[in-house]
């Protein structure tokens, strides 16, 4: 099997962002390059922590202290990543808290003991990339910030509901203990084969509940869209209706986490497409008022939190 460190970043952005590598098409060559580039980068410190690279984790401890030094270290993936970096004014503390977030998932087994930690977790690993994203988007608006972080939110905790049955396999269990008894990923695991089972039926809920808290962020998020140039617009709104999908379909089928992970399809991304098309009307309304401070609560503390 060919490691990501061995692709492009188009090939990687193919191979392992779907829903994203549809959106890029409509970035353009110098956005959709440097977005793919980004997207590769991310992938690598991911695989890293996950120890799908030879030794990831040590690689990853070392490129954080490079980035909080201040250093280009040795490692070839950072030294790979540094013109992008410099070129388009990566804050190293969103890139250290992207990694920290990532570190978190190093422990044999890893679960989240109430929203407030899931809302940090899913800050430091995905609403990050959300405030990098605003440097390739050529999108420098300080208030923009807010809203790129909640989309970043709302993508990854639709990525939780869907892979919860995935992730109880690798011992991992990200939503919230208060929402599910704080039922370990081992009885999570076993509660796939009894779907009508008390375990079951709270994960259920908490799939529920963790989407309609998804949607409460990509809400928030499709609010900054009107700082965004009008092609990056597009693209983000149609990564944005992409991803939400997932979570609709989740929906449609009962919440039923045991029955594997949903994928979108081919004629489902179209649609979503030409949704995000007709949507971009609305960028020439009135703004609907200032970002919701509330959503931030969890976050206090956190780079470019207010």
Not at 137 to 143: K, V, Y
Request: proline share 4%; hydrophobic share 45%; aromatic share 6%.
């Amino acid at each position: 099997m060919t490691s990501n460190e061995q692709l492009t970043s188009e090939q990687s952005l193919a191979a392992n962002g779907k829903s994203f590598h549809w959106a890029r098409r409509f970035l353009g060559s110098r956005m959709g390059g440097d977005a793919a580039r980004l997207y590769a980068f991310c992938r690598l410190l991911d695989d890293m922590a996950d120890g799908d690279i030879e030794n990831g984790p040590a690689r990853l401890t070392a490129i954080r202290a490079d980035l909080l030094a201040g250093r280009p270290g040795d490692d070839p993936a950072l030294r790979a990543f540094l013109p992008l970096m410099t070129e388009k004014r990566f804050p190293p503390d969103v890139l250290i808290a992207l990694i920290d977030g990532l570190l978190e998932d190093q422990d044999d087994v890893v679960v989240l003991a109430d929203e407030a930690a899931l809302l940090r977790y899913a800050y430091r690993v995905a609403g990050t990339v959300g405030l990098l994203m605003c440097h390739v988007l050529d999108c420098h608006a300080p208030s923009a910030r807010a809203h790129a972080i909640d989309l970043g939110i709302a993508m990854q905790l639709t990525n939780i509901a869907r892979d919860v049955l995935e992730d109880a396999q690798m011992d991992r269990r990200y939503l919230p203990g208060t929402w599910v008894g704080n039922a370990d990923p081992g009885t999570i695991l076993a509660a796939a084969d009894d779907p009508d089972g008390l375990v079951a039926r709270e994960v259920r809920a908490a799939v529920a509940r963790l989407l309609s808290l998804a949607d409460q962020f990509y809400a928030s998020g499709a609010e900054g869209y009107r700082y965004l140039p009008l092609r990056a617009h597009l693209s983000i709104a149609v990564a944005a209706r992409v991803y939400r999908q997932i979570g609709v379909q989740l929906a449609t089928a009962d919440f039923a986490w045991h029955e594997g992970r949903q994928v979108t399809s081919r004629r489902t991304k179209l649609r979503c497409s030409v949704l995000a098309l007709a949507g971009l009307a609305g960028r020439f309304g009135p703004a609907r008022g200032q970002h919701d401070g509330t959503l931030h609560t969890a976050l206090r503390g956190l780079p470019y939190v207010a």
